[in-house]
């Protein structure tokens, strides 16, 4: 079955990026010259998605504002003649149907997941977080979309962590498939013990709309909030979950180092920047030393 939907969870209270996070989402902050979100977007659009629902909550208003139409900027930027920014503006707009739904709390990402239930219906649908932007690889969504239409099951990204930062994600623990494809068997949110993988979920998912079933009966977990991963975890018990090691990499833009890693790297793509960026960084290192 195609997948046609996507759910873009963007409800979180972003409490690493406080206390800029207080009122403007981390899902707006800027990469170069665009919100992080708009990454995510472009992400399932050039995925083959066509309706996506983002999941929003207090203080998230702007990103509703960032993807509608801005009539008074649009007439100033024709009668100014200033095409070239009029066209991206409306690039913006019309990128794809995008629609909204509120998390009334943030009780977790599962919650998130399970309030844009009824938008979803009875078919398979992408989860993109909002705070995850990809390299310019292929589409991450698009990889595992063709991991779905051929192993027909849901499927995960993942990518192989520093053993450092395993506490940080939820962690995969599979059989190997092929070179790339893991049949999971456990799933574990931000281990806090030794663990046998290094294999870290990477914020992109094609999932069944069984999930839903398995998310409303799933007690809060660590945290105390309704982890997506322990729905997995039910998910593996009862069918086929598969992990996907993606190709390209995904950065969370919702930490301050990804944050910065993920600026410096799009700075150093863009041909505008790139060489008075790159000097700047020479000239600084070299001043440091
Ligand atoms: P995170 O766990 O990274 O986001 O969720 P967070 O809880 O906002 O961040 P910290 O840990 O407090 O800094 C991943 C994605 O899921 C969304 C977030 O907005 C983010 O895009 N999310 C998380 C929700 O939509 N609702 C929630 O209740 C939690």
Redesign the pocket.
């Known amino acids: 079955m195609k997948v046609r939907k996507a759910i873009i ?9 406080l206390p800029f996070s207080k009122a403007v989402p ?2 707006m902050l800027p990469v170069l010259d665009k919100p992080a979100i708009q990454y995510i977007v472009e992400e399932a659009v050039a995925s083959g998605i066509e309706d996506i629902i983002i ?1 929003t ?1 207090k203080n998230k208003r702007s990103i509703e504002d960032h993807f509608d139409k801005n009539a008074e900027l649009e007439l100033y930027l024709q009668s100014t003649g200033k095409l070239d920014k009029l066209k991206l503006i409306k690039d913006v707009t019309n990128i794809a149907n995008i629609y909204y739904v509120r ?1 009334k709390e ?4 599962g ?2 997941i399970l309030t844009a239930r009824s938008f979803i219906g009875n078919e398979p649908f992408a989860v993109l ?3 995850m932007i990809m390299d310019d690889s292929q589409p991450s969504t698009k990889q595992l979309i063709n991991v779905y239409q051929k192993q027909k099951a849901p499927v995960i990204a993942v990518e192989q962590v520093d053993r450092s930062e395993i506490g940080n994600y939820g962690i995969v623990l599979g059989q190997q498939m092929d070179d790339r494809l893991y049949r999971v068997h456990t799933l574990v949110e931000k281990p806090q013990t030794e663990i046998s993988s290094n294999m870290a979920i990477m ?1 992109r998912y094609i999932l069944e709309p069984r999930i839903f079933e398995i998310l409303s009966n799933t007690k809060p977990g660590l945290g105390k ?1 309704i982890q997506l991963t322990d729905a997995l975890q039910t998910l593996a018990r009862e069918q086929s979950l598969y992990a996907y090691l993606h190709e390209g990499k995904l950065y ?1 833009v ?2 301050k180092l990804g944050y910065l890693k993920v600026s410096i790297e799009w700075c150093l793509k863009d041909k505008e920047i790139r060489g008075p960026f790159y000097t700047y960084l020479k000239e600084l290192l070299a001043e440091k030393e």
């Open positions: 969870p963007a409800a979180g209270l972003g409490t690493r990026f981390k899902e999941v909550g998390q943030a009780l977790g990402l919650d998130a977080l909002g705070d914020g909030e969370d919702g930490n």
